[in-house]
Structure formats: C-alpha cells, structure tokens
C-alpha cells in the first residue's frame, strides 16, 4: 500500500481567484450541473477532508447524494458515503454539526497532540481524535488515513485547506471550477493564500482535460508526478 492516498483537491472559484465574497451569506459558485459532477466524483473516493473552518461555517453533510451512485458503490463493496476527515489546530467543532450527525461512515478528526487529548472526549461517540502529532504534519495524517485502507481522498478546503496541501506537495490532481464573473474584494477569501508552492513556472501543473458546465469551465490538472 502507498504511504499516503491518491489526493484530489476539488475547488469552485470567480474569475478572478476568490472561493467566497465577504458577505454573510454563502456565495454559490457552481451549478446544479456541476454539484451532480462533483457527486460523482465524491462517489469514486473512499474519503473526504474539509478543515474545521469549513465545518464550523458551511455545516456541510458531505454526502453521496445520488442514489444510484450509492447503490454503485455497495455493489462494488463499499460504504454509501465516503469517510468524513476534517483537520483542527483549536479543536473548536461542535459535535452536533452535520459532519458528524449525517452519514454512517466513520468520521475522523486529526489534531496536534495537545488538542487530540482534549477534543476525544467532546467528541466521544461521535467521531475518532487522532493525534496527528506536535507540530501536526499532514504525512502524520495522510500515513495514517492509508494504514485505514484510504487510497482515494478527495480534498475540499477551505482556502487554508487548499493552500496547507499544495505548498506541501501532497496533491496528485486538481479539479478547478472557475465561475464567469469576479469578486473584486480584497477582504474576500481565495482560492490559495500566500506560501511557497511545488507548483512554479518551472514546475508548472499539466493541464489533463477542459469541459464547459453551461458557463462554468472545469480544468483538470495533474500536479507534479502524480500518480494512478
């Protein structure tokens, strides 16, 4: 088995680079269309990470929707819905939000050694604290997510999320949904924050596929070497 899974990191952004403006409520990215091919892609993975910051403001479900690819997937030995990760530095999640009321699978949290001692019992019976060590290391996690039998993770942010796994090097694939218009707000969040990135202009990414979703453009890249 690798020493981390296959990772797929999955984002929806303006023109102009912003995942969300600044405005209370959630800025809608994306399509009915495009959700359905998302579905999909999530059908195809064995988990999905969101950070904290995702749980607390979003309160995703992080399900399989379709039925069928539901049905798919028992048939093909799996569980309906992907197991839910998400990754916390604070340990501020609540344990009725709907990533860890929803869903059957198993739900994990990853924390530095400090927070894991300290969130396990406030999450007792409803998801599994796993020290990810001190500091936190996303090899911790990812080694830890493949001992579990993961070989598929989809990533799907927020922007700390997105920019934590790419100045890493531990993305293999890229899906970039990119929406006709622009934000233009400086105090709005984006797509990647500030770091140093693998992916350079003299190690750029290789554009894999193009598809049109109505007015949406999906770009699929392959990051660095990756792999299957």
């Keep these: 088995m690798s020493d981390r899974p296959y990772v797929l990191l999955s984002c929806a952004m303006s023109a102009d ?27 195809s ?9 995702t ?17 798919r997937r028992a048939e093909r030995g799996l569980p309906p819905d992907l197991t839910k990760v998400t990754l916390t530095w604070s ?11 929803t869903g059957e699978s198993p739900k994990l949290v990853y924390a530095p050694s400090g927070t894991a001692a300290e969130l396990a019992p406030r999450l007792d019976g409803v998801a599994e604290v796993v020290d990810a060590g001190d500091p936190f290391t ?9 001992g579990r039998g993961v070989r598929r993770l989809m990533v799907e942010g927020g922007g700390g999320v997105h920019t934590l796994f790419l100045t890493d090097g531990a993305v293999d694939e890229l899906h970039l949904v990119v929406a006709p218009f622009f934000i233009g707000d400086p105090s709005a969040p984006r797509f990647v924050q500030s770091g140093v990135f693998p992916q350079s ?20 890249y392959l990051v660095g070497g990756a792999r299957g």
């Design 17 to 43: 680079g912003y995942i969300d403006d600044a405005s209370p409520e959630r800025l809608r990215l994306s399509s009915a269309a495009d959700w359905d091919r998302v579905d999909s892609v999530r059908a």
């Design 91 to 101: 340990g501020d999640l609540d344990p009725g939000s709907r990533f860890f009321t």
């Design 45 to 53: 993975c064995d988990a999905i990470l969101v950070g904290a910051g």
């Design 138 to 146: 996303l090899a911790a996690m990812l080694g830890d997510l493949a």
């Design 201 to 220: 202009p003299e190690r750029p990414m290789r554009l894999a596929e193009v598809t049109r979703i109505g007015d949406l453009a999906l770009l699929r």
């Design 55 to 71: 749980v607390r403001a979003d309160d995703p479900r992080l399900l399989v929707k379709s039925e069928r690819r539901r049905e």
